[in-house]
């Protein structure tokens, strides 16, 4: 099991210039999820998916979309990237959709440079 | 929304006890929990505690919570500089799947 996987490593942007940080988990987890980590402001939340085809927002989406794939994959696109996205991108999944002790999986981060 | 908050630093000697603390406002916080984030890694679980419980002990590490104050501590003994690491506290209430986070505390250890 390679558990969460997540491409690129690493990635430098020009302001205004698009990418999607790809996202897979082999563990047959339902729900999936996208945070952003900056210094001194822990995980903040950009979306979230129960399910295939279901997609809600966390507590910072603005200037992100994301596409729940299938079951296993989880996108998250920068359309027009702004230095303000400068950040490393973790994407988590869990097996729950409801209440329950669901432990959350991490990848291991993308870091993101935008100039 | 709901809160959760830790200090942002701690540093101990090599050999000492560490003990990181977090508050939380939930009320209805069922299952409290402890990642561990290395250097360049993603998060992985650490430790959990449901609200029924007040001590939960694994080897060196003790986690214990105080649920008419919203303190949740987690205690690692003989702390190693293989310790040193973000250690985040998280709660989720019962009818939710999705976790809040702490803004993750920074172990320093040294000799």
């Known amino acids: 099991n390679a558990g969460v996987t997540q491409t690129p490593k690493f990635q430098v942007l020009k302001t205004g210039q698009s990418m999607t940080l790809q996202c897979a988990q082999d563990?047959?987890?339902?729900?999936m999820y996208w945070y952003r980590q900056d210094p001194g402001m822990g995980l903040r939340l950009i979306y979230y998916s129960a399910s295939e085809g279901t997609t809600d927002k966390g507590e910072v989406p603005n200037g992100y979309n994301v596409s729940r794939l299938n079951k296993r994959e989880f996108s998250l696109r920068l359309e027009s990237a702004a230095p303000s996205q400068t950040s490393v991108y973790f994407c988590?999944?869990?097996?729950?959709?409801?209440?329950?002790?669901?432990?959350?999986?991490f990848g291991p981060g993308t870091r993101l440079t935008v100039t | 929304g709901e809160d959760v908050e830790q200090s942002l630093f701690l540093s101990v000697r090599e050999g000492d006890s560490s003990v990181i603390n977090c508050t939380y406002t939930?009320?209805?916080?069922?299952?409290l929990y402890w990642y561990k984030q290395e250097p360049g890694a993603g998060l992985q679980l650490l430790t959990y505690i449901f609200s029924n419980m007040d001590m939960k002990q694994d080897q060196r590490l003790t986690v214990l919570l105080n649920k008419k104050d919203k303190h949740l501590s987690l205690r690692i003994a003989d702390t190693q500089t293989g310790d040193s690491a973000i250690y985040f506290c998280?709660?989720?209430?019962?009818?939710?799947?999705?976790?809040?986070f702490g803004r993750g505390t920074s172990l320093i250890v040294h000799p």
């Open positions: 939930d009320s209805s916080s069922t299952y």
């Open positions: 988590a999944s869990s097996e729950g959709t409801s209440g329950g002790l669901y432990e959350q999986y």
């Open positions: 998280a709660e989720k209430s019962g009818g939710s799947y999705i976790p809040t």
């Open positions: 563990m047959n987890h339902n729900s």
